[in-house]
């Protein structure tokens, strides 16, 4: 019987072979665990971030506006007749008294019988009364002109030497600047009624000499430049038909159109920016009055709106807009109010939660979310009364990838 063949044994291992081989095989599995751990684990997200800093703040209402004459006047014809062709042209400068605007041959067709005659006479009167009541305005707004002047050089006084706030000097300031405005107007005003009154004088002279061949001459009544030329050709016109526009083109205001719900906001002596008009730099003005009464509006989308006029003064000399005239656009930034030193934060870092407000901080180069106390904002910069302090980094328009506690990584930061 022959013996149980043996089986063969495994080759014997050396030995000598070095340890980190033995181990290989472990460290290939652990690299491809970590490979698959890194691939699966949540990225960072790239985020814009910017900082809470400390700095001026202006809240503005931002609309279009048009600049206006503020004083302009009407030539119309005080008599029926044959108008003869007006050769002149908008821009042309006028003299009061001196320059001719407009002849009308107006005949015989001037007489006046005994009830036109107690009509033109009634209008002398009405006419006289009308420039005594100018110029009683004038003197009340040369005085109240002299005022203002006296205490806005006060305040000034007092300003630098820190006895009054500056809030208080603006006051003053735009007192002086509503008087002069007020007082150009009253010079206006009696300019005009002092026009009126020799034209009604001149009727009723006319009138009562049976009417002269001569034919009626219009003069300019105020100094400026003509504005429109409303009829050009010769033709019968009927008493009371408009001719020409006059008056001052460097006199001008801007009329603004806000929202009602702006124009509540708005006060008188506030400060005005306006932008876009054509020159290099924008012009300053300053809120005269918020009109009492709006008016309906449709949008370029069709929505009705309700809208108000808020009429501006030019603060600054004429010579810095030389060019500009008479309803020119402009881009008007109305100032409702304003900090010199306010913590802000951009307005796309906060969102509303609920009741709250909040913002994600970056702490550890994580977003933690927190409630925040916002004041006013511009829609670029919001006021920050509670919650953060100066040189924190917020995120800015956080997407639905944000939220607390996750990982970021900012891409951009501004504000420093």
Do not use: C, H
């Not at 001719?100 to 009830?115: K, Q, Y």
């Not at 009562?208 to 009829?231: C, D, F, K, Y």
């Not at 010199?340 to 180069?365: C, D, I, K």
């Not at 607390?404 to 951009?412: A, E, I, K, S």
Request: charged letters at 25%; hydrophobic letters at 45%.
């Amino acid at each position: 019987m022959k013996p149980a063949a043996k089986s063969p044994s495994p080759p014997a291992v050396r030995s000598g072979a070095p340890a980190w081989r033995r181990r290989l095989p472990w460290f290939g599995a652990a690299a491809l665990v970590a490979l698959i751990v890194a691939g699966l684990w949540p990225a960072a997200a790239p985020v814009e971030v910017a900082a809470v800093r400390r700095g001026p703040l202006v809240v503005t209402v931002d609309e279009e506006g048009m600049t206006r004459v503020k004083n302009r006047y009407v030539i119309t014809a005080p008599v029926a007749g044959q108008l003869r062709r007006i050769d002149w042209k908008a821009g042309a400068e006028v003299v009061a008294g001196r320059t001719v605007l407009a002849v009308i041959e107006a005949g015989g067709a001037d007489f006046l019988d005994a009830r036109l005659q107690a009509q033109a006479e009634a209008r002398v009167k009405a006419a006289e009364a009308a420039r005594e009541a100018a110029l009683a305005q004038r003197a009340r707004a040369e005085s109240a002109a002299a005022l203002a002047a006296t205490e806005d050089s006060r305040a000034r006084g007092l300003r630098a030497s820190n006895v009054i706030s500056a809030q208080e000097a603006d006051l003053a300031r735009t007192r002086r600047e509503t008087s002069a405005a007020e007082l150009r107007a009253a010079e206006f005003a009696a300019q005009v009624a002092g026009f009126e009154l020799q034209q009604a004088q001149a009727l009723l002279s006319r009138g009562l000499a049976g009417g002269s061949g001569e034919p009626l001459v219009i003069t300019a009544p105020v100094s400026g430049r003509i504005l429109r030329v409303m009829q050009e050709s010769s033709r019968m016109v009927s008493a009371g038909f408009p001719l020409l526009e006059v008056g001052d083109p460097t006199d001008l205001e801007v009329r603004i159109e806000a929202l009602s719900r702006d124009g509540v906001v708005i006060r008188p002596g506030a400060r005005v920016m306006l932008e876009q008009w054509g020159g290099p730099e924008p012009l300053a003005a300053r809120v005269r009055l918020v009109e009492p009464s709006a008016f309906t509006k449709i949008s370029a989308l069709g929505v009705e709106e309700q809208r108000v006029y808020v009429i501006a003064d030019f603060t600054d000399p004429v010579e810095k807009r030389v060019t500009l005239g008479d309803s020119f656009r402009v881009e008007a930034r109305v100032v409702t109010w304003e900090s010199a030193s306010s913590l802000q934060a951009p307005a796309g870092a906060l969102f509303r939660q609920g009741a709250e407000w909040r913002t994600f901080v970056v702490e550890g180069g994580r977003a933690v979310s927190r409630v925040v106390k916002p004041g006013r904002s511009n829609g670029v910069q919001t006021e920050i009364n509670e919650g953060l302090r100066e040189g924190e980094r917020l995120v800015v328009y956080p997407g639905d990838r944000v939220r607390d506690g996750v990982r970021v990584r900012p891409l951009v930061i501004a504000g420093g």
